[in-house]
C-alpha cells in the first residue's frame, strides 16, 4: 500500500476536498482492496490458526496432566507432529499454508522434546532443550525460505546461548557472570545480523523483508549497548566499549550507505543517548543537581540532534 | 509508487486540481518519533531528579510544585507554537512538560490526599487539557496514552477494573474508526489513536496486571463481583464484534454476503476466546483496525501484542493451564475451520491480483 502519508497530508492541508479522503486513499492504492482484504483473512485465519493450536498444545503438556497417561501424552504430539509434516508434504513448503504448517511442526517437535525430559527425567539442562530445539529446526529454516522461522531459530539459539552460559559457568571462567551471556548473545546476533545482511544484499530476495532485518538488528545493537553500559558501570575494560564503538561505526557505514535503514540508524542515536549518559553520570559525577541537569539537557541535547540528522537523511533519501 | 505518481491518480479520478505541491519539510518517520519520546521521557527523569535535589522545597510544598508543574507545561506549549519546526525546542519541550506533569501529580496528590481515584481523575484532566493544548505529535500520544491509563486507574480504584478494558478498546476503535472523518485534523486524531492503541495494549491486552496492582495496592472489591468479571469481558468481546461490523458496512459487504459470513465467523470466534483469554480480542482488534486503514505500524503493534500476549497468557494466574489450553486448542481449531471455509466460499481470483 503506497502513498498513505502524502494522501493524508494533502487532505489536512486542504488540497483535497475533506469528504473526499477516504476515496483518494482508495484511489492512491493505500486502502486495501477486495483481493487484499481476501488474502489477509486468509493469512490471519492460518497463522492465528496454528499458532494458538500449537500454544495450547505446549500449555496442556506443561501442564503435566496425571489423568492422561504417558503414552497418550506422546501419541497426542507425535499425532500432530507427523499431521503438520504430512501437511507441508502434501501443500508443499512454496504455498503460505506449508509454511505454516512447518512452523507448527517446529513448534510441535519443541513440545516433544520438552515431553521427553518431563517424562524420562533425562537430568538434561534446560540449554540442551533449547540446543536440540534449535538443531532439530535448523533443516527446515535452511530449506523454507521463511523469514519468521528464521527468527523463531534465532529465539531458540537465544535461549540456548544464554542458558548455557548459566550452567557452564566453571568452564567458561574468562568472563564473569551474566557479562558472559551478554557477550555470548552479542555475538550470535551480531553473526545473525551480518549473515543476514550479507545474504540479502547478494541478491536473496526472500531475505529483504526489513522487518526481520530489523528485529536481529535491534538484538545485536541492544546487546552492544549492554556491554558497553556494563563496562562503563564497573569500571572495567572488557571490551564491552571497543565492541560497541565498532558495531556503532559498522551499523552507520552499512545503514546510512549501503542498506540505507533509517529505522536502525534511529536505534543508534538512541544508543549514543544511553552510552554517553552513562559515561557522564559515571565519570564525571558527584551526587549533586547541577549534574542531573547537566545530564538532562545532554540526553536532549544529543536526542534532539540526532532527530534532526535523521529527518535530514530521510529528507536526502526522498529525492 | 512516486509522490508525483500518486499526485497523478488523485488529479485523474478529478480529487485535486493544479501541480504536484512542493513540500518544505520532511516527515520523521514513525520510529524517529519513539525515538525521541523515549530519549524525552529520559531527560525528563534527570530534569526531575535536578528539580528534586536541587530544589526540593518545590516537590514538599504541594502549591509550589502546582505552579512550577503548570509553568513548565507553559513554557512547553510555547516553545511547541513559537518554534514549532525547531527539533531543539521540540525536544526540550516535551522533557520539560513531562517533568512538570509530574510535579503537577505531586501537586494534586499532596492537596487531595492520599485517595487514589480523585488523583487519577484530575490527573486524566489534566492530561486531556494538554492534548489539547500543546501542538506536538509526540507530546499528544504520550498525553493520549498517560490520560487513557490515568482513568483507568481511577476506575479501577472505584471497583470498576473489569469493565476498563472494553471501556479503552472502544475508545481506541472509535478513534481509528473516525480517522478519515476528520481530515483537516488528521495529525491530532492520529496522535489520539496511537495514544489509545498504547493503552489498549496495557489495559486491554495486557490487563495492566502489573501496573495497575502495583500503583492500586489493595484492588477493591470489584463492583459486580465474578459476574462483573463475566460483563467486562463479554463487553470487550462484545467491541470486536462491533468493530468488525463496522468495518463491513463501511467496505459496503453484506453481512449476508459469504464474504461478510466469513468476516463475521471469525470475529466471533475470536470473541468467544475473548471470555477466557481477554487480551485477543483486542490485540486482533489493533491489527485488523490498523489493516483496514491501511496503516502498518498500527498492524505491526497488533501482531508483536499478539504474540507477546500468548507468552504473558501462561503466566497470568486466574484459570488453570488446562483450562487455557483447551480454550487455545479450541480457538485454534475453529480459526483453521474457518480459513477451510474462506478457501471454499471465498475462493482467490486470479485475474485480480492485489496491488497491495
Not at chain 1, 543476514?196 to 549497548?225: D, K, M, N
Request: some cysteine; charged content about 15%; hydrophobic content about 60%.
Amino acid at each position: 500500500m503506497h502513498g498513505r502519508h502524502e494522501v493524508l497530508d494533502w487532505a489536512e492541508e486542504g488540497r483535497i476536498p475533506p469528504g473526499d479522503l477516504r476515496r483518494a486513499l482508495e484511489v492512491a492504492g493505500a486502502l486495501p482492496d477486495a483481493p487484499a482484504w481476501r488474502q489477509f483473512l486468509d493469512r490471519l485465519l492460518l497463522f492465528a490458526g496454528t499458532l494458538l493450536l500449537a500454544a495450547g498444545v505446549i500449555f496442556f503438556l506443561a501442564f503435566n496432566w496425571n489423568e492422561l497417561g504417558r503414552m497418550a501424552k506422546f501419541a497426542l504430539v507425535e499425532v500432530l507432529f507427523v499431521a503438520a509434516l504430512v501437511a507441508v508434504w502434501r501443500i508443499g513448503i512454496e504455498r503460505v499454508a506449508g509454511k505454516a504448517a512447518l512452523l507448527g511442526a517446529a513448534l510441535f517437535t519443541g513440545a516433544l522434546f520438552a515431553l521427553i525430559g518431563q517424562t524420562y527425567q533425562t537430568g538434561a539442562d534446560t540449554f540442551e532443550l533449547f540446543a536440540a530445539w534449535a538443531a532439530a529446526v535448523l533443516p527446515w529454516a535452511l530449506v523454507a525460505r521463511f523469514p519468521s522461522l528464521w527468527l523463531f531459530w534465532l529465539l531458540l539459539a537465544n535461549l540456548a546461548a544464554s542458558l548455557y552460559v548459566g550452567t557452564m559457568r566453571s568452564t567458561l571462567w574468562v568472563f564473569s557472570g551474566s557479562e558472559r551471556q551478554l557477550w555470548l548473545v552479542f555475538g550470535l546476533n551480531t553473526v545473525a545480523l551480518f549473515v543476514w545482511e550479507s545474504l540479502a544484499l547478494s541478491g536473496i530476495e526472500w531475505l529483504r523483508e526489513r522487518w526481520s532485518t530489523r528485529v536481529v538488528a535491534v538484538a545485536s545493537g541492544g546487546f552492544a549497548t549492554a556491554l558497553a553500559v556494563t563496562d562503563i558501570v564497573s569500571r572495567h575494560a572488557g571490551g564491552g566499549l571497543a565492541a560497541w564503538a565498532a558495531w556503532m561505526v559498522a551499523a552507520y557505514l552499512l545503514y546510512r550507505h549501503r542498506v540505507k535503514d533509517l529505522f536502525v540508524l534511529a536505534g543508534g542515536v538512541l544508543s549514543v543517548v544511553v552510552v554517553v549518559s552513562t559515561v557522564v553520570i559515571r565519570h564525571f559525577f558527584r551526587v549533586d543537581a547541577g549534574a542531573f541537569l547537566v545530564v538532562g539537557l545532554l540526553v536532549i541535547g544529543i536526542s534532539a540532534a540526532g532527530g534532526w540528522w535523521l529527518k535530514s537523511v530521510a529528507a536526502e533519501e526522498a529525492k | 509508487m512516486s509522490t508525483a505518481e500518486t499526485w497523478g491518480r488523485l488529479r485523474q479520478a478529478g480529487l485535486v486540481q493544479g501541480e504536484v505541491p512542493q513540500r518544505d519539510g520532511v516527515r520523521s518517520p514513525w520510529f524517529v518519533r519513539v525515538m525521541l519520546g523515549i530519549a524525552g521521557w529520559f531527560g525528563a527523569l534527570f530534569l526531575l531528579l535536578f528539580v528534586g535535589m536541587g530544589m526540593s522545597f518545590i516537590i514538599k510544598n504541594a502549591a509550589a510544585a502546582l505552579v512550577v508543574g503548570i509553568v513548565a507545561c507553559a513554557v512547553a506549549g510555547a516553545l511547541f507554537r513559537k518554534v514549532p519546526e525547531n527539533d531543539f525546542a521540540g525536544q526540550f519541550g516535551l522533557a520539560v512538560s513531562m517533568a512538570g506533569q509530574v510535579l503537577i501529580l505531586f501537586g494534586i496528590g499532596d492537596a487531595i490526599g492520599k485517595n487514589i481515584a480523585p488523583v487519577a481523575l484530575a490527573m486524566a484532566v489534566v492530561q486531556a487539557l494538554l492534548f489539547w493544548l500543546l501542538p506536538s505529535y509526540v507530546h499528544r500520544v504520550w498525553a493520549a496514552w498517560s490520560g487513557a491509563c490515568a482513568l483507568a486507574i481511577a476506575l479501577a480504584d472505584m471497583g470498576f477494573l473489569a469493565f476498563t478494558p472494553a471501556l479503552v478498546l472502544v475508545a481506541f476503535a472509535w478513534v481509528w474508526l473516525k480517522e478519515f472523518d476528520h481530515a483537516k485534523q488528521g495529525s491530532l486524531v492520529r496522535a489520539g489513536g496511537y495514544g489509545l492503541a498504547l493503552a489498549a495494549v496495557v489495559i486491554a491486552v495486557m490487563q495492566g496486571d502489573l501496573s495497575i496492582a502495583w500503583i492500586l495496592d489493595r484492588p477493591k472489591a470489584p463492583i459486580g463481583g465474578v459476574a462483573g468479571v463475566w460483563i467486562g469481558a463479554a463487553l470487550t468481546a462484545a467491541t470486536l464484534l462491533w468493530a468488525v461490523v463496522q468495518l463491513l458496512a463501511r467496505e459496503d459487504v453484506p453481512l449476508e454476503s459469504a464474504r461478510g459470513k466469513i468476516a463475521l465467523v471469525g470475529a466471533i470466534i475470536l470473541a468467544v476466546a475473548t471470555l477466557k483469554a481477554p487480551g485477543i480480542g483486542p490485540a486482533v482488534a489493533l491489527l485488523v483496525i490498523g489493516f483496514a486503514n491501511g496503516n502498518k505500524v498500527l498492524a505491526g503493534l497488533g501482531l508483536i501484542t499478539m504474540l507477546g500476549y500468548l507468552s504473558h497468557y501462561y503466566y497470568s494466574l486466574q484459570i488453570t493451564l488446562l483450562e487455557k489450553s483447551a480454550v487455545l486448542v479450541c480457538t485454534g481449531i475453529a480459526l483453521l475451520a474457518a480459513r477451510v471455509a474462506l478457501q471454499r466460499y471465498w475462493p482467490e481470483q486470479k485475474e485480480g491480483a492485489s496491488h497491495a
